[in-house]
Structures are given as structure tokens and as C-alpha cells.
């Protein structure tokens, strides 16, 4: 596990956004597993200003987002698809054909999780951008999760739905359900990029990198991956 600690988050931003350009100009059909959270915003403006610069394209690229909530209407202004597309899909030069994330707002969910494993299993992932949750989640694969998962309904804890809280006007809207890849689908990229900035992150990222690899601690899987790259800012890093 490579570890770069960057100054602040804007730091990391640039750094995040270095690495993906540099993979997507040496291979222009790359394909990408993307995040949401507030931690890859900044890379993907930057991205978003390569783009609108002429230095980088999207335009043969594949992307496969992590997550979705479920029984929220893709155009809710909290489901990922609508982050993913305000955040970066709007303003880059990529085919909605491309773009992948999976389909939370179905009755059938056992079946949008069949389809999302099939879709992965043909995806061969270049890199997989993560964040990491306070309590070491990776996508909304919680404590306890079995590495051996795909694709899957997940209930969310009440640590994440508090987290995701500030996004709702109550607790009460925010979703109980979601759809995730898999901790297996996650590890099958060749290449993982894991952000975290910020204090609340610090100790996450301490077990991340001093803990045991253990189903305890989703995040801590990563430790087994050959190729994995963790960019940090120094808040995230305190305790290290
Ligand atoms: P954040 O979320 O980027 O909003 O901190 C990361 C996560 O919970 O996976």
C-alpha cells in the first residue's frame, strides 16, 4: 500500500486528479470505479477543467459508480446518479452509454444486483476510486460484510444514515436501503484509489494502516490488493 500524505484537500484534490489523467491519456478506453462523497468533489473539478481544456477526454472511457440508494427516484437530488452527474458526468466529454451506476429505484433489486454483477464481470476496472467511511466502510460495504461479497442489498447502518443525514431535510428521508458492489467486485480492480481527508477520517485511516486485515474493518481488505494507492491529507493523517 502506496501512502501519499498531501498538504490540505486541495493537495489531494490535485493529486487524485493527477493519477487518473495520467492512466487515462497512457490508456484512453480505461475503465473507471467511481465514489461519491464529499471527498472526491475537488477531483473531479479538476478533472472537469482538464477536460474543458482540451488536456483530457472521457470520450472512450467507461465508468461503474460504487453505490445507489434504493426507492429513491433517480432524479432525487440525493441519489448518486444525480451527484454523479452534477458533479462530473454534466461537464465532461463522456457517452451516457458509458456511464454505469446501479439501479436502486426498481422493485426487482435482486435482479439489479444480477445485472450490476454481469455488467462488472465483463468491466475489467483500470482503477477504482474509493472513500473510506468513519468506521472503515468502502462503497456501503459496512463492518462485518463478508470479503467474499457482489453485488448486494445493504441496510445501513444508523452511523452512515447519521453521516448522510446533513444531505436530507430529516432522518427520516434518508434511505435504509442500498445497492453496492461487493467487497469482491471492489478488489477485482487492477489499480485502487483510496481518499480520505480531514480529521473526522484519521482514525480510519490509522486502522487502515496499523490495523489487522479483518471483516471488521471493510477498508482493511485493501491491505491484501497488490496495487493500491492511499492519498490523505495531513488532517486525515494525524494519527498515523
Ligand atoms: P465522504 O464519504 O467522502 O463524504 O467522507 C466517504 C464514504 O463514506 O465512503
Known amino acids: 500500500m502506496k501512502i501519499i500524505t498531501t498538504e490540505n484537500y486541495a493537495d489531494l ?39 474543458r481544456a482540451k488536456e483530457l477526454s472521457f470520450a472512450r472511457a467507461k465508468t461503474y459508480n460504487l453505490d445507489e440508494y434504493c426507492h ?10 444525480t451527484f454523479m452527474h452534477r458533479q462530473l458526468f454534466d461537464h465532461i466529454d463522456i457517452l451516457a452509454e458509458n456511464i454505469h451506476i446501479p439501479l436502486g429505484d426498481t422493485v426487482d433489486l435482486e435482479k439489479s444486483c444480477a445485472d450490476y454483477n454481469n455488467l462488472l464481470a465483463g468491466a475489467d476496472i483500470d482503477l477504482q ?16 460484510t463478508p470479503f467474499t461479497k457482489t453485488t448486494f442489498v445493504v441496510e445501513l447502518t444508523e452511523k452512515t444514515r447519521a453521516d448522510n443525514r446533513r444531505f436530507f431535510n430529516s432522518i427520516d428521508e434518508v434511505p435504509k436501503l442500498a445497492i453496492t458492489m461487493g467487497i469482491s467486485n471492489i478488489t477485482a480492480a487492477r489499480r485502487i484509489l483510496l481518499l480520505a ?21 471493510p477498508a482493511s481488505v485493501l491491505k491484501n490488493h ?14 498515523l
Not at 15 to 44: E, Q, R
Open 197 to 217: 481527508s480531514g480529521a473526522a477520517k484519521a482514525a480510519a485511516i490509522r486502522e487502515l494502516v496499523k490495523g489487522e486485515v479483518t471483516e471488521a474493518f
Open 129 to 144: 476510486l474509493l472513500g473510506i467511511g468513519g468506521n472503515g466502510h468502502i462503497g456501503f460495504n459496512e463492518p462485518h
Open 226 to 239: 497488490p496495487d493500491v494507492t492511499v492519498i490523505i491529507d495531513r488532517e486525515a493523517a494525524a494519527l
Open 72 to 81: 429513491l427516484p433517480q432524479d432525487h437530488p440525493q441519489s448518486y446518479y
Open 13 to 51: 484534490s490535485k493529486a487524485a486528479a493527477g493519477v487518473i489523467a495520467a492512466l487515462l491519456k497512457k490508456k484512453p478506453d480505461a475503465a473507471f470505479g467511481l465514489a461519491t462523497g464529499s471527498t472526491p468533489v475537488g477531483t473531479y473539478q479538476i478533472l472537469i477543467e482538464m477536460v
